[in-house]
């Protein structure tokens, strides 16, 4: 590649660096150069182009309108770079390389290990890096070129601009005390459980937005004792025996049923919602997304998440397992 454009790229890596660090001295150390550096490159851009692409202040301001446009050719130039570079930088007997690089739904996280393994077997030149991320940020980041793929929902929100696949549906159960309330029921339903001391993800989480779209199904309003972003915390708290909550059944193969409770399938609805992959609907698709969608159409998540679940932990209790003998 010739000087002056190895140049040019150089400078669009300082404006989305920029972009992503919202700091000049971050973006610099980002980017391995010093500020001045960055600064000169992003002048040097404008110069090029005759337009003022920063608003510059004490501190950066944000992007010019003739800014933001220039930001998004510049990612788009850079992931087509990145693309031909792996198009053809690797060799046959290397196989695919590079890193793969994931946003997930936090809900999605524990049956993940489902698709990322068979992809590490498959490619075992790659790496992954894998990010807990809201729905609307996996499609600002996609469209941002700063991921590859992304696990969400498909149910409920339209996606323009995006190819999607369906990887398993999301069925709910109640985790609660194992002599709590419904410690003689095999179900339960929607509008008893707002009536319990609830600990659920917070309203930005899509989940979170289905729940509460399924308790006005069921003709009432929840208002959850505790909210919190994190599934892991969810679960502890319950356990720790002050609340219950409402799960997906896909969490149970990861975290297990954890002791001192229950889980109860949830009726009056009965309902499900679609767990898959997202991508930008490009044509070609770059290497590392084709790879995955392809790892993707020869799996059955459904059936490996049902396979990791087992059946017993929707029967109806026996008796009360004795808790695990203390070390001495």
Request: charged fraction near 20%; charge should be negative.
């Amino acid at each position: 590649m010739k000087e002056g454009a190895t140049v040019f790229l150089r400078q669009l890596e300082y404006l989305t660096a920029l972009a992503r660090e919202e700091h000049f001295g971050r973006a610099a150390a980002a980017c391995w150069v010093s500020q001045p550096t960055l600064s000169d490159g992003i002048r040097k851009l404008e110069a090029e182009f005759g337009v003022s692409v920063v608003r510059r202040g004490h501190r950066f301001e944000g992007f010019t309108p003739e800014g933001e446009r220039l930001l998004a050719w510049a990612r788009r130039l850079l992931a087509d770079r990145d693309q031909l570079v792996a198009e053809f930088g690797r060799t046959s007997h290397q196989g695919l390389t590079g890193r793969l690089r994931l946003g997930a739904v936090p809900a999605s996280l524990p049956p993940l290990s489902l698709l990322t393994v068979p992809f590490c077997e498959l490619h075992p030149g790659t790496r992954l890096t894998v990010l807990s991320l809201t729905s609307a940020e996996i499609q600002r980041r996609l469209i941002d070129f700063e991921l590859d793929a992304g696990l969400t929902y498909l149910t409920g929100e339209p996606m323009p601009g995006f190819r999607t696949m369906p990887l398993y549906d999301e069925r709910y159960v109640l985790l609660t005390r194992y002599d709590g309330e419904f410690a003689d029921r095999t179900e339960v339903g929607w509008a008893e459980v707002a009536e319990l001391p609830l600990c659920l993800l917070t309203p930005d989480m899509q989940h979170r937005r289905i729940l509460d779209d399924l308790f006005r199904r069921a003709g009432v309003t929840v208002s959850p004792r505790m909210e919190t972003n994190s599934v892991s915390t969810l679960c502890s708290h319950v356990q720790g025996g002050r609340w219950a909550s409402v799960i997906s059944q896909a969490w149970l193969g990861l975290l297990g049923v954890p002791p001192g409770t229950r889980v109860l399938p949830l009726v009056e609805p009965t309902a499900t919602s679609t767990v898959g992959l997202v991508v930008l609907d490009s044509d070609p698709q770059p290497l590392m997304t084709s790879a995955l969608i392809h790892v993707v159409e020869s799996l059955d998540l459904q059936r490996g998440i049902d396979d990791l679940v087992p059946l017993g932990a929707f029967a109806p209790p026996g008796p009360r397992p004795e808790p695990p003998a203390q070390r001495r």
